[in-house]
């Protein structure tokens, strides 16, 4: 439901929102943890030894929340948005910097994913990159968690995309030969 909220402004009229994929939490845990630290419980410890300077310590956790809340918004909004049209790759840089590129799925031609490293292995997160039909380009999610998993589920609605798109296309084409047949 937050993703649908999120993730509105991207989306086009009648498309739906089947799976989001993001950077694994484990390689943000530096920044998160040091912006709960200083931000925040630092800032308390010293409201409890130095009350007097209470105003320093509630404006040093103001800032710190507001830090704390926009590394919180670069994680999630970094992502791949995976539809029922085709898949998002939104990069949010800022407040008022993001981008988006948007893959269709009939424009797919390859989706790899690769897991590097001890901690890669053991916290299961790895980079995946979609090939670009014609194009040669490739998209990449950096350090995703469950890579796998991320490209089943882009496979499987590629899949079924294909079967309705195939489906549209056959009663349209059947539509059209009825059509010739009653007008002779």
Not at 11 to 19: R, T, V
Request: charged share 20%; with cysteine; proline share 3%.
């Amino acid at each position: 439901m937050f993703a649908s909220i999120a993730f509105r402004g991207c989306l086009n009229p009648g498309e739906k929102i089947y799976f989001v994929a993001h950077t694994h939490p484990f390689i943000m845990y530096k920044i998160f943890f040091k912006t709960l630290i200083f931000g925040l419980l630092l800032p308390l410890g010293f409201n409890v030894i130095m009350p007097p300077f209470a105003i320093v310590w509630y404006g040093w956790i103001a800032v710190g929340g507001l830090i704390f809340f926009y590394e919180i918004m670069n994680w999630y909004l970094d992502a791949w948005i995976i539809t029922n049209h085709g898949i998002i790759d939104l990069q949010w840089n800022s407040f008022f910097d993001k981008s988006s590129t948007r893959i269709e799925y009939h424009t797919v031609e390859g989706i790899t994913y690769q897991v590097k490293g001890f901690w890669g292995t053991i916290m299961n997160y790895g980079d995946i990159m979609i090939e670009r039909l014609g194009t040669g380009t490739v998209v990449t999610l950096e350090s995703v968690a469950f890579p796998k998993k991320v490209e089943r589920e882009v496979l499987h609605y590629q899949e079924k995309f294909v079967r309705a798109k195939n489906f549209k296309d056959e009663t349209a084409l059947r539509d059209m030969l009825l059509g010739m047949l009653q007008r002779k």
